[in-house]
């Protein structure tokens, strides 16, 4: 899974990025307006695989992962620079706006005030205004191409209609309904307002910053019932995350904190994206797989390897608790716990799978 970090600048997204990976990148009070985005790949935490492979002792564990980017700020109005940031993040499955609630006389704000709710509508309205431009040049060109003879693909055309409607009307692309077969055409056109938005309120360290950025949290909620809002202080986060394994424990105890935002946030990508994970066990490897939610077991053995999903015979499948009733695989298998699936089976959260096939 990629997720682009975005935000205006100095809302602090190379902290909230560093909070994220645990990584060490550059921090300034001043925009930073050139160079190249930073890049981090987690593993997603997973105690099941933990556990798995506590019994397993394999030659090596796997994990799910994500991969953050963090670039330069988005600017209001400015649209070529914010062309540059959505090329880079066009393909991602889930864009994090980090708007900034901190206050702090040293660092800049671009739009000179700290007020989130603001900033949160001036980062809608330029994915808005990016996709309109995009669609505008889409239908420019069809017109073009018209004029030379060329006949337009009518569906198409009749989707960007439909896009152009809403976007005029400020409605970012993502909340608009769309059918399964727009949807697929969608996927080729690189919309950016279309991508689901996870928005975090960087707040301050202060007394008193958290609980005021949990108010604003509900106030949100109320006026985009669709938007799912975090928020967390990007600078104590990266300081935890900067923190030996060990260590991290009793710090978040001390300052209350229940778990860090690095994990909140993917729980979150995951539930929107609707996201699930089987895993495979074995000798050599115990590895997670994400997937969409009601994914059957051929596409989800094509996750691991077209061969499988082209020669796929048989699933064998036991759900995580089952297994840990057993003990161990021989067990579950003469208590009649593993289950054989055909190609339709749905795919549950936590599924343990062994694939037969015949290539
Ligand atoms: N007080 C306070 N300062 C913060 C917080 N988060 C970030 N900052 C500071 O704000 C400044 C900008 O942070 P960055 O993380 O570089 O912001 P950015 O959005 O990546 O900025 P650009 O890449 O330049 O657009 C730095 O000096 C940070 O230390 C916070 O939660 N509290
Ligand atoms: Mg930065």
Redesign the pocket.
């Known amino acids: 899974m990629k997720v682009a970090i975005t935000?205006?600048?100095?809302?602090?997204?190379?902290?909230?990025?560093n909070a994220l990976t645990g990584l060490n990148s550059d921090?300034?009070?001043?925009?930073?307006i050139s160079g190249e985005p930073n890049i981090g790949v987690v593993k997603v935490p997973d105690p099941e695989i933990d556990t798995l492979s506590g019994i397993y002792m394999p030659k090596k564990t796997t994990y799910a992962t994500i991969e953050y980017l963090?670039y330069?700020?988005l600017t209001k109005g400015d649209f070529k620079q914010n062309r540059k940031v959505f090329d880079l993040i066009k393909d991602v499955d889930t864009i994090v706006h980090?708007v900034r609630t901190?206050s702090?006389e040293?660092?800049v704000h671009p739009l000179e005030s700290i007020n989130p709710v603001r900033d949160i509508e001036t980062l809608e309205l330029e994915l808005v205004f990016a996709d309109l431009a995009l669609v505008e040049t889409r239908l420019e060109r069809m017109e073009d191409g018209k004029k030379r003879g060329k006949k337009p693909d009518e569906s198409e055309r009749k989707l960007l209609l439909k896009c152009r409607d809403f976007l005029m009307q400020e409605t970012a692309l993502r909340d608009v309904e769309f059918t399964t077969e727009e949807m697929k055409a969608m996927s080729q056109l690189q919309f950016v307002s279309s991508i689901p938005k996870v928005i975090v309120l960087?707040?301050?360290?202060r007394d008193g910053d958290t609980e005021d950025a949990q108010t604003l949290e509900a106030a949100l909620l109320n006026r985009y019932p669709a938007a799912h809002t975090i928020a967390l202080?990007?600078?104590?986060e990266m300081e935890i995350a900067q923190l030996p394994e060990d260590e991290k424990g009793p710090f978040l105890e001390e300052l209350g904190i229940k778990e860090p935002a690095a994990n909140r946030l993917i729980q979150i990508c995951y539930k929107i994206l609707g996201l699930i994970s089987f895993v495979t066990v074995g000798d050599d490897e115990v590895r997670a797989w994400t997937i969409r939610s009601k994914t059957n077991t051929v596409t989800a053995a094509g996750k691991i390897h077209s061969d499988i999903e082209r020669g796929f015979i048989r699933a064998e499948v036991i759900s995580y608790s089952d297994f840990m009733k057993s003990g161990d695989m021989h067990t579950a298998r003469e208590k009649g716990l593993l289950r054989l699936e055909g190609k339709t089976y749905e795919v549950q959260d936590g599924d343990i799978i062994n694939f037969r096939f015949n290539v």
């Open positions: 935000g205006l600048s100095n809302s602090g997204k190379t902290t909230v990025f921090t300034t009070i001043y925009p930073t963090d330069i700020g980090v901190f702090d040293s660092v960087n707040t301050g360290e202080c990007g600078k104590i």
